[in-house]
Structure formats: C-alpha cells, structure tokens
C-alpha cells in the first residue's frame, strides 16, 4: 500500500483534559508518524472554512463553537495507507459506537466532543493539511 499523508486534529476536549500525550501514543502504536504538529487556537473563520461541508446541518453552530473554545493540536500523519488507517484509529464518530481499542471509545466524551478529526479521502487530505501548513513545516 502507497505512504500517503492524512491531516488530524486533537480537539479542546483533548486539549483540556491534557491528553494529548495519550492519543499521540495511539496513534504511534498504530504505525502512523506525526511527521507535523503543531498547537494552535482556532479563528472562528478558520472553524468555519474547515468544517463548511457540514454548514447546512442543524449541529453547524455547537461544531465551530466547540472547535474554537479552547486549544486545538493540528497534525499531519504519515504511514501505509494513512488515511483509511487512522479513520480506523479514531474509530466511529460517536463514542457508544466506537469499536475497542479505538481513541474515540478510550477518550471521547460525545458525538460533538468527540477528541479527534482525521482526512476522509486523499482529495480532503491535501485540502486540509493545506490549510493548516506550509510545505517547510512538514518534516517526514
Ligand atoms: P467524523 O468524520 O467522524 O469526524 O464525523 P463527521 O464528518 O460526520 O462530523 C464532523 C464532526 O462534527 C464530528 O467529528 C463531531 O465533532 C461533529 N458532529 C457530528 N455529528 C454531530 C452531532 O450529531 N452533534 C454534534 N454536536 N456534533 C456532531
């Protein structure tokens, strides 16, 4: 399988409750390596740019409130097949569903608060890691 780069957020309910550390051991102990990270404090417009494919739905609001309430890591992660891997690292957007093992069934609090983000697709991908860093701060 190709080395592909997929783009993540550790969310302010990670921040917070300073689990950072925990979630950055999972990610390693799956075979992905944070090849950029840095810790940053989301603009509203910023918020709102990432997340515009979900402006129509009702939860719009409480998703860029929440992203802009405290600290947020942003990250770019490499490995085999990066993208579908850490999706399944993250585990199901709601925590109740989340499979064992996953960040989001060891660390999520909600659906909404739910610890991390990660690409969806290649296309996303690059969108994503564009938005958040210049090529010179990507170190693979
Ligand atoms: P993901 O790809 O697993 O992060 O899930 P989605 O792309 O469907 O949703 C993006 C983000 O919106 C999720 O990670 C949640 O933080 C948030 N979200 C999704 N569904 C809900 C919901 O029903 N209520 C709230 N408050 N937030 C939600």
């Known amino acids: 399988m190709a080395i592909e780069r997929t783009f993540s957020i550790l969310k302010p309910d990670a921040t917070e409750r300073n689990i950072t550390g925990a979630i950055n051991a999972l990610i390693e102990k799956a075979g992905l390596r944070i090849v950029a990270q840095k810790r ?5 417009d910023q918020a709102e740019t ?3 494919v979900h402006k129509e739905r009702p939860f719009f609001g409480e998703l860029v409130d929440f992203m802009i309430s405290g600290p947020v890591v942003v990250q770019v992660l490499e490995g085999e097949g990066a993208i579908a891997k850490y999706r399944d ?3 199901a957007t709601d925590p109740s569903k989340a499979a064992d093992g996953t960040i989001r069934k060891a660390h999520a609090k909600s659906i909404g608060e739910n610890s991390v983000h ?3 697709a290649a296309e996303t ?3 994503e890691i564009a938005q958040f860093f210049s090529g010179n701060e990507i170190v693979g």
């Open 40 to 44: 940053i404090r989301m603009t509203r």
């Open 50 to 52: 990432f997340y515009a």
């Open 89 to 91: 690292v993250m585990g």
């Open 118 to 120: 990660g690409s969806d």
């Open 125 to 127: 991908a690059k969108i």
